[in-house]
């Protein structure tokens, strides 16, 4: 397209929105026309083609900041700046372009082809091939068109997630791909296979694979970000005499805990370093203790515990509670 043509060229109508609209609802605009009229929604129909071209040229402008701003200066001007000669007294002459851009200098006098020569200098905007000439495709309107995405899904289980591996994917037309999942990978990440996509419709650098990853729940961890939580229970001797206990890791052997005389139920072991390890940095495992009350009693261990409820303290464990609640 040539230079003088922004004159007439009203990209906002062109997308159907108002010369204030903001840049997130321009590409939430631009992105539903160009699914409506995309060459690949619409085979054959060239008009639909051509309407593509033209919301794809005018979004390319006004996506980009600079572009928008020096686009909506020149149509500011109006039609007066192409069509009033050099010093005929007309508002919005030449004199009043270069103004606008900074260019310091007098109006050209070998007509409108030099004008628009001037931007085509060594600095200048529209000879850059960001407003003026093409260099490919739409490049001269923000370059060809990305090719579409591709969407993708895939459940791993819970120790796939946590130490990372290559698995091995159906692609839409049944092609096989290989997805490599990053260690510590959790539900609802999304991973992005760059180029791995649908190919642009004019030359372009073809689309992305979007893989959304879920993740099976494991039966006994959890994540807390880098750390791995377990509930381990204790008996209550165990809680009250302090013990020496074994709690499993993650794919790996069993670590032995301390639990410590008079240990309550939720206190927090630390295991440093048996978490989830990647690249950012290695959390811990974190046992929950939990004292297991026993639901079953033979007639010698209800025995022992009365003996011991005889001779436990005195001290009622909800006075405190009380005290607050009132």
Do not use: C
């Not at 993740?215 to 204790?234: E, M, W």
């Not at 410590?260 to 950012?280: C, D, E, H, M, N």
């Amino acid at each position: 397209m040539a230079s003088q043509d922004w004159f007439d060229k009203d990209f906002y109508k062109v997308l159907g929105v108002d010369k204030s609209v903001s840049a997130a609802d321009l590409k939430k605009t631009y992105r539903k026309l160009a699914r409506q009229y995309h060459p690949d929604s619409n085979p054959g129909d060239a008009k639909a083609e051509a309407t593509f071209k033209e919301i794809s040229e005018a979004y390319s402008v006004l996506n980009d900041p600079e572009q928008r701003e020096e686009y909506d200066q020149i149509r500011a001007m109006g039609s007066g700046a192409r069509f009033s000669a050099p010093g005929a007294g007309a508002g919005g002459g030449f004199d009043d372009v270069f103004s606008r851009f900074g260019q310091g200098r007098q109006a050209p006098s070998g007509g409108f082809d030099d004008f628009f020569t001037m931007f085509d200098q060594q600095g200048g905007g529209f000879g850059s091939g960001r407003f003026g000439q093409t260099t490919g495709g739409f490049r001269g309107f923000g370059g060809p068109q990305k090719g579409a995405d591709v969407s993708a899904r895939t459940t791993l289980d819970f120790v796939t997630a946590a130490k990372g591996e290559t698995i091995t994917l159906a692609g839409e037309d049944n092609v096989p791909f290989k997805v490599k999942i990053p260690a510590g990978v959790s539900d609802g990440q999304k991973i992005r296979l760059r180029g791995r996509g649908r190919k642009s419709p004019d030359g372009g650098e073809s689309g992305d694979i979007v893989v959304t990853v879920a993740v099976r729940a494991h039966p006994v961890f959890t994540r807390d970000g880098l750390n791995l939580r377990i509930t381990v229970p204790v008996t209550f001797t165990e809680a009250a005499l302090g013990a020496t206990i074994e709690v499993p890791t993650l794919g790996g052997d069993p670590v032995r805990l301390r639990v410590a005389p008079g240990t309550p139920s939720g206190r927090v072991l630390r295991v440093k370093g048996r978490g989830i390890s990647t690249t950012k940095g290695t959390g811990d495992l974190l046992a929950e203790v939990q004292v297991a009350v026993p639901t079953h009693l033979d007639d010698a261990a209800r025995e022992a515990l009365e003996r011991f409820h005889e001779l436990e303290p005195k001290e009622n464990p909800r006075a405190d509670l009380m005290a607050k609640a009132r």
